[in-house]
């Protein structure tokens, strides 16, 4: 399974941003999504997340500026990024929750994997 980041660039202050992060491999099924970021010197933060089902959740500094959402049939997540502010500025990277084969028969495993990041710089 591979997770796919794009997305990412340098954009003005109260610019707009939209990642995206598709999934592809041998998938049976997606749970949970999420999109961390990390600043230079900082710790990564988990910044959205959004259920197979739809329900989301977002770290204070976003709410009401940045939109997750998720195309189950394309197994891709989105994160819909406006007002920016300079403290935006990270590398963002998307997780998932995948459901894959595991051995012979119908064995199932939950795994977690990561996308490679993806670049926002948020600067005039």
């Known amino acids: 399974v591979q997770l796919q980041a794009s997305g990412g660039g340098l954009v003005q202050p109260g610019g707009s941003l939209r990642l995206s992060c598709a999934a592809s491999?041998?998938?049976?099924?997606?749970?949970?999504m999420d999109w961390y970021r990390q600043a230079p010197g900082k710790q990564r933060e988990l910044v959205a997340s959004?259920?197979?089902?739809?329900?989301?959740t977002y770290v204070d500094a976003v709410k009401g500026r940045f939109t997750i959402s998720r195309d189950n049939a394309k197994n891709t997540v989105y994160l819909q990024m406006d007002s920016l502010k300079p403290e935006d500025t990270a590398v963002y990277y998307c997780?998932?929750?995948?459901?894959?084969?595991?051995?012979?028969?119908?064995?199932?495993?939950?795994?977690?994997?990561w996308g490679k990041g993806t670049l926002v710089t948020v600067s005039s």
């Open positions: 959004i259920s197979n089902g739809g329900s989301t």
């Open positions: 491999g041998r998938i049976l099924s997606i749970g949970t």
């Open positions: 997780k998932a929750e995948v459901t894959v084969p595991a051995g012979g028969g119908f064995n199932e495993v939950i795994r977690e994997y």
